[in-house]
């Protein structure tokens, strides 16, 4: 249980991060894909259907506004031509680790879009290689050619 991690995609790519902001005791690493880490920056339909309409429940909940709270390694991933989460609630993110000195790993793929950034095979090995180097201890192997 000392060597847990994370990965979401989308929301479950806030939940990620989510999960170093409130429960850095438990999960050591996390890998965000597609992230939206501020409701303010997402569809409004879909936040003020379960959030209401804007309030301090936005601000308490915004992964950005707590990046100082961030705790263990994590590695961000978007797709630059995402119709869905904007690639900039993930660069909103960066700029606040930054200004908080936090390190993290972050790959922005060009050519993806929101459904297809982690159908790339380079991304997946990225994904394993993180995993094994930050929970296993050890170096991946050199070739990984995921199915």
Do not use: W
């Not at 989308?10 to 996390?30: C, M, N, Q, T, W």
């Not at 993930?90 to 200004?99: A, C, P, Q």
């Not at 922005?108 to 095979?121: E, F, L, W």
């Amino acid at each position: 249980t000392n060597r847990v991690g994370m990965y979401g995609h989308s929301h479950g790519g806030y939940d990620a991060v989510r999960a170093l902001i409130l429960h850095p005791e438990f999960y050591k690493v996390a890998f965000s894909s597609a992230g939206c880490h501020d409701f303010r920056i997402d569809k409004e339909f879909y936040p003020e259907l379960y959030m209401g309409l804007l309030s301090k429940k936005y601000e308490e909940q915004s992964n950005i506004v707590n990046a100082s709270k961030i705790r263990g390694k994590l590695f961000l991933l978007h797709g630059a031509l995402d119709n869905n989460v904007n690639v900039v609630s993930t660069m909103k993110l960066v700029d606040e680790l930054i200004k908080y000195n936090k390190d993290f790993d972050l790959l922005i793929v060009p050519s993806a879009g929101h459904d297809n950034v982690n159908k790339i095979r380079y991304v997946t090995r990225r994904k394993f290689d993180f995993f094994v180097k930050n929970l296993m201890g050890v170096e991946p192997p050199l070739e990984f050619n995921p199915k």
